[in-house]
């Protein structure tokens, strides 16, 4: 099932993003998943490092070049958020894919 969210994207956007979820292994549109199947419960997240973070901010391919990202701006203006309180309430949705626990997250 697909959200209005999708049918707002260009044709090329759109075509991405489906790429995108479907490597999750998620069968739903993320932006369609309803407000009871998310859960507030972040003790339930594996444990990541600040390396874990930053070798994914700066080394995962761009989608529009397929050199690596290298977003050392996102990287901070993401912690910078989370520094200043503008990110809370996080919530999960977990699913499986063969045995393997994977989750979804958003924040308010």
């Known amino acids: ?3 209005g969210y999708l049918q707002q994207l260009s ?3 759109r075509l991405r993003y489906k790429e995108k979820v479907s490597k999750t ?3 739903v549109d993320p932006y369609s998943i309803k407000n009871s199947e998310w859960e507030k419960s972040p003790e339930l997240l594996p444990a990541i490092s600040w ?3 930053t070798v994914y901010m700066i080394s ?3 989608p529009y070049t397929g050199e690596a990202l290298k977003a050392w701006k ?3 203006d993401s912690e910078g ?3 200043a309180g503008w990110v809370h309430d996080l919530l999960l949705h977990s699913f499986d894919v ?3 626990r994977k989750f979804v997250i958003k924040a308010k």
């Open 81 to 83: 958020f989370v520094t």
């Open 11 to 13: 044709s090329v956007a």
């Open 1 to 3: 099932m697909w959200s």
């Open 25 to 27: 292994g998620l069968k």
């Open 74 to 76: 996102g990287m901070l």
């Open 51 to 53: 390396s874990d973070v």
């Open 98 to 100: 063969n045995n393997l």
């Open 60 to 62: 995962t391919p761009s």
